[in-house]
């Protein structure tokens, strides 16, 4: 038996109703065999520097279609409270990023893990997920974001938020989430393209799958770093990708992970 993982990445508000009612009826045709519907960022209208008051429309579209999470694009962030809120305020899915964090603080790996996977009011994001397969098989996924605004950048006078290298964040976040969690699949959810995405691969090699955004690459079967796959599905809403998950595999063995994408 085998699960599926649905995927999209920069949307830019090119996502109809029609196609959005598509993405549904996939995802409802699979049944409990679509373990997750993710989306790698970079959705909405709005710009780095504009936001919209009443939020983003497009996430309505997503709620609809039953998005399980979703990665922070540069589109998505904002460097004041108010932006950030309107800018992801009206998804009802969590919204994930591991490294950003307020400015008058910084990032810890010696928090309580649980709280890694919740948002909190200054700060609504969320470093990671956790989904459990309906054979309670555990999978774990971790939102990587572009640094927009670094501790080293002039711009961080006006931010309330900042980046931190987002591979640096992944080496020393994601083991200890592993050990917690004893993931039976580890995804990076990611909005950094696709040559950050290999190395990446190279940096945490016990990633087994990173689905990617930014570069608005379509990669039909993805591609192999070590035993981690990348994927990525273009841009536009013009294709959705599939992950299929043969979780009677071990990691490494062949057809444990297959990648392909659909038309929309």
Sequence with gaps: MSFFILHTNDFHNKLTPEKAERIRELKQSLGDRCLLLLDAGDAISAGNLNYHLRGEPILDLMNACGYDAMTLGNREFHFTKVGLRCKIGRATFPILCANLYEKDSSITYSRPMDTYF?????????????????????????GLTVPMITARMASRSISAYLFENPLKVAVEMIPRLQAWVQPDLTIALTHIGVAMDRRLAESVPTLDLIIGGHTH??????EWVGDTLIVQAGCYARHIGYVEWDFQRGRGEKGRLTARVEAL
């Design 118 to 142: 919740a948002s909190s009011p200054s700060l609504p994001l969320q470093p990671a997920f956790i989904r459990t397969a309906p054979l309670q098989q555990k999978v774990l996924v971790v």
């Design 217 to 222: 690459e379509l990669l039909p079967q993805g």
